[in-house]
């Protein structure tokens, strides 16, 4: 059975959302902007700037419209940023993943975000 852990982010019609024991969200559909603010700061990100989003945004269209993990240095230049930018912005794959509300992509690609 899987451990899952609730985070009430303030909406108003919104139920708490759903993490797994990795902290990944479980549902992708349920993200908000909102979300992602409080995801980064439990995280040690911070502020979220224009950067951040562009990578955000990215990483989500390539997962809800194709299913799959994009190379980070492809999401660095569609992006128009420096190649190592996704682990200077987040510290790292797995966190700009996570930050960008995505659910769990399996212990294969996760290997490749370390």
Known sequence: METKERLDVQTASRPPLEFDAEGFLVDP???TRS???VIAKMDGIGAL???HWAIIFYLREAYLSNGTLPPMSHVCRVSHLPKHAVREL???CREAWRTAGLPNP?????SYMD
Do not use: V
């Open 29 to 31: 559909h349920s993200w």
């Open 35 to 37: 979300a992602s603010k």
């Open 49 to 51: 700037g224009p950067d």
């Open 90 to 92: 987040f510290g790292g």
């Open 106 to 110: 399996g212990e294969e690609a996760k």
